[in-house]
Every structure is written in structure tokens, then in C-alpha cells.
């Protein structure tokens, strides 16, 4: 019999280590990489941070949006997002389109091969959340939100939009 | 006078256009985005990533870690802690060493220089814990971790450690 070296050091250990403010920091970087992780196994044609480009796609009903528009949706810099962007066009995923009335500017747009792999994956997706959420109600789930949602206007400084900072300018 | 093309899409509005679950799916991926480009240029000499390491490091008090032990409880892959790693033991932050019992085994340690660093951002570190938690109570940042903690089990289907799988082999 061999005892394994290390201690396993449970979430409620860390709670009792130190201040939540530190465990939960720790937690999301932890959680996350997990996430991610799983995400890039997840699928077969992109990887978790190209999904989450798509996943955001989805917020622009009205009018297609510009690469910057997307980057405040994100949360990344404009050169990460291009890249992204870059590889899911290249896998004719995505496609580029000028602006009709401004043409400095190029919309993004869906391919035919988005909606088939939207279509593919929306079972199994169905099912990683069912297993993620599993045992936690709606409400812990929208207090979670909304927690995190101040945090998140705590960091920007700013009006707490997902899309970030939008307005008139003079 | 000239309008901003793309409307602001609020935390709240997300609520009312998805299920909570895909609401704080991408609400995460966005937040912890943001935070990592916060992080990236918090520190002069070290990256989010290696910030992350470094904090994980704290959690060893009976023994240093080895990479697969940092790996585990970070979430990452090996090679992937291994890239972080190499980075900080060329940057003199941190240096491997023999274990004393298995000499194939190569344990963690901070070095003096860790030490400078650490002392150097305290109180940057405490005044950005500040602003980021403002207005947020420690039972609710309780519920946060408690919560994350539980969709982190399902998603590892594991024990629910930090640091994983911790056993007796036969």
C-alpha cells in the first residue's frame, strides 16, 4: 500500500484557510481552467475561446457586429479577438462583410457551415449544462449572476454592459 | 453630433434574453477575460497566469508541490503548468529541487526574489481586492464560492478538492 504524496485540499478547507475574498478569486481562475479545458475537448471543430466568439455573436440581433464591438462583448483585446476571428474565418465559419453605409467598417457575419454546427452540438451542449447546473436552482443561479455582474462593474468602473461603453459622442 | 452604431447590451437585459444557466455561462468567460487583462498588466515582472501559480504555491504549507500537484489544483494541463513554470524558474522567481525520498520526483520552491515580489504588490494586491469585492458582503461572496464549488464537482465529476484526486493506491 502506497499513500499518494500529496493532501487533497477540499474547497470548504480553503474557506477555513482564508478570507473568501481570496478563495473566490482562486476558485474562478481554478473553475475556469477547468472550463476551458473541457471546452477545447468539447468540440471537434474549434476550440473554447473561438466558441465563446460565437456564443457572443448571438447578442447582436439587430446589426452584425464590428470586430471592436465584439471585444468589449469579450472582454479581450481587439488583437486577440482579431485573431480569433482570423481562424474562424479561415474555417468558413465566420465571413466578413463592408458596412453598407460606412466602409472603413467590416460586420461579421455567419456561414451556412455555423448553422450546421450549431445545429450538430445543440443536444449535446444541452447536456453539458444539465450536468454543470446539476443540484442548483435558478435562483442561486441568477444571485450567482448578479454577484459576479457587480464585480464585473467594479473592475471596468464602467456601466456594468456586457457590451461595455456605449453613447453619443459630440 | 454622432451616434454610437452598436446599442449597449446591460447585465440585466442578458437575464431577460436567455435561461440564467447560458446567462452566467458567458458572463464568466467575459468576466474572468477581463480580469486577466487587468491582471496582465497588474504585475511589472509577471503574467496573470504565472500570478495564478504563484498563489497556488501558498496553498502547500506541510510540503512543496511537485508540477503534477500544481496541475491538478490550478486546473491545467501538465504542459501547460510546465510552460508557466519554466517561464518563473528563468525569471529566478522560483526553483525546482530534488524530493529528498524520490529522487525522480522534483519539488516547487519560491526563492528570496519571490519574496521581494510578494512584499513589493501587498498592498496593491489589497487595494484592488477592494474595489473589486466593493459593496459585496462576505456572506455573499460565501454563496458565490459555494455555488462555483458545486458546478466544479459536477463539472470534474470528483471529489470537489482545489488540488483533486487525493488517495490510497493498493
Keep these: 500500500m502506497q499513500y499518494i504524496a500529496y493532501m487533497q485540499i477540499t474547497n470548504d478547507q480553503i474557506l477555513n484557510m482564508m478570507p473568501p475574498q481570496f478563495g473566490l478569486f482562486g476558485l474562478l481562475f481554478a473553475f475556469m481552467n477547468r ?14 475561446k473561438q466558441w465563446f466568439l460565437l456564443a457572443c455573436m448571438n447578442l447582436y440581433s439587430k446589426e452584425a457586429p464590428t470586430a471592436n464591438e465584439l471585444a ?20 468558413e465559419i465566420l465571413v ?11 460586420r461579421i457575419y455567419f456561414t451556412s457551415k455555423q448553422k450546421k454546427l450549431a445545429k450538430k452540438y445543440q443536444n449535446k451542449e444541452m447536456d453539458f449544462l444539465k450536468l454543470l447546473y ?13 454577484i459576479i455582474s457587480r464585480m464585473e462593474k467594479n473592475l471596468t468602473g464602467a456601466t456594468g454592459g456586457v457590451t461595455g461603453v456605449a453613447g453619443i459622442q459630440a
Excluded at 78 to 86: A, D, F, G
Excluded at 96 to 106: I, P
Design 35 to 48: 472550463l476551458q479545458a473541457a471546452g477545447d475537448s468539447f468540440y471537434e471543430e474549434i476550440t473554447c
Design 72 to 91: 468589449e462583448t469579450m472582454g479581450c483585446s481587439r488583437q486577440n479577438v482579431k485573431e480569433i476571428l482570423n481562424a474562424l474565418v479561415k474555417k
Design 96 to 106: 466578413l462583410k463592408q458596412d453598407d453605409n460606412d466602409k472603413r467598417k467590416q
Design 134 to 146: 446539476e443540484g442548483i436552482s435558478d435562483d442561486e443561479i441568477k444571485n450567482v449572476f448578479q
